[in-house]
């Protein structure tokens, strides 16, 4: 069993930038893809970005975060990382991590979710 929990969350303002984090305990990490994704109130979760279970590996976004934010994994240290720069004010949500065998953008694809971190828009 796989245990995530994420960090980094709080407030930013539009345009400003954010990196969450993830850890990962329980099993053993670079079996895994790992991925990004977000819920604001009132709508679906949606996928933000995967990367392959190796360090360095493939990897996917959502086409409007494209150039803007940046999955990367360090299997050492058994975490995952979201950098995002550009925030936009829309983009203010919960943000879960979460564990799989493949890269996929179907969140049904995932077996394994954290809590999420929330981003607040502070603008």
């Known amino acids: 069993q796989v245990q995530l929990v994420e960090s980094g969350g709080g407030w930013v303002q539009a345009g400003g930038s954010l990196r969450i984090s993830c850890a990962a305990s329980g099993g053993t990490f670079s079996n895994y893809a790992m991925g990004w994704f977000r819920q604001a109130p009132g709508k679906e979760r949606q996928f933000v970005a995967a990367?392959?279970?190796?360090?360095?590996?493939?990897?996917n976004y959502e086409d409007s975060v494209k150039g803007r934010f940046t999955i990367s994994r360090d299997n050492a240290k058994s975490t995952v990382y979201l950098q995002m720069n550009s925030l936009k004010p829309e983009e203010a949500a919960v943000y879960y991590c979460?564990?799989?065998?493949?890269?996929?953008?179907?969140?049904?694809?995932?077996?394994?979710w954290g809590q999420g971190t929330q981003v607040t828009d502070s603008s």
């Open positions: 990367i392959s279970s190796w360090s360095g590996g493939r990897t």
């Open positions: 979460t564990a799989g065998a493949v890269v996929t953008t179907t969140a049904a694809s995932y077996a394994y």
